[in-house]
Every structure is written in C-alpha cells, then in structure tokens.
C-alpha cells in the first residue's frame, strides 16, 4: 500500500488534534462494544479497562476514519514518495 498524505486545512472539518482522534476512537470503541455485547450478550470492557494495544489500534482507525472523512469534506491527498 503507498503512503499518503492528506492535508486537513482545505476540509471544511474541525482539525485533528490528538484529543479529538481519541475521542473518536474511544467512541468508536464505545459502539462497537455495545453492539457486539448486545448481539453476543457478552459483557464488554470498558475503554479504561483495555490494554494499550487495542486503545491504539481503535486511534488508529479513528484517524484513518478521520481521514476518509476530510476528504470527503474537501481535504487534499498528497502522494508520499
């Protein structure tokens, strides 16, 4: 897969700080701990109660997520060479 750059400033989106990346991935998190549990009945951790490699991999699809989403909002995608 080819690395890409998108740059956020032409998005009509807030910007991505860190805080607001982990926002989403803990709220991503959150929902889908509660659909799964609800369709398995299981008893999900809480986001505080994961381990630091499953937090970074849920921030790591929030940025990827956020990302997707600038662009769609106008964001710029430069190629990485």
Same mark, same amino acid.
């Given at each position: 897969?080819?690395?890409?750059?998108?740059?956020?400033?032409?998005?009509? !989106?807030?910007?991505?700080? /860190?805080?607001?990346?982990?926002?989403?991935? &803990? =709220?991503?998190?959150?929902?889908?701990?509660?659909?799964?549990?609800?369709?398995?009945?299981?008893?999900?951790?809480?986001?505080?109660? !994961?381990?630091?490699?499953? /937090?970074?991999?849920?921030?790591?699809?929030? &940025? =990827?997520?956020?990302?997707?989403?600038?662009?769609?909002?106008?964001?710029?995608?430069?190629?990485?060479?």
């Amino acid at each position: 897969m080819r690395a890409r750059r998108v740059d956020h400033r032409t998005a009509q !989106i807030p910007k991505p700080t /860190k805080r607001l990346i982990e926002s989403v991935g &803990r =709220a991503c998190y959150g929902g889908f701990a509660a659909s799964l549990g609800l369709s398995l009945d299981l008893n999900l951790l809480d986001w505080d109660e !994961i381990g630091s490699i499953q /937090k970074q991999a849920w921030i790591d699809a929030a &940025r =990827a997520s956020f990302a997707t989403i600038s662009i769609a909002g106008g964001a710029e995608v430069h190629q990485i060479d």
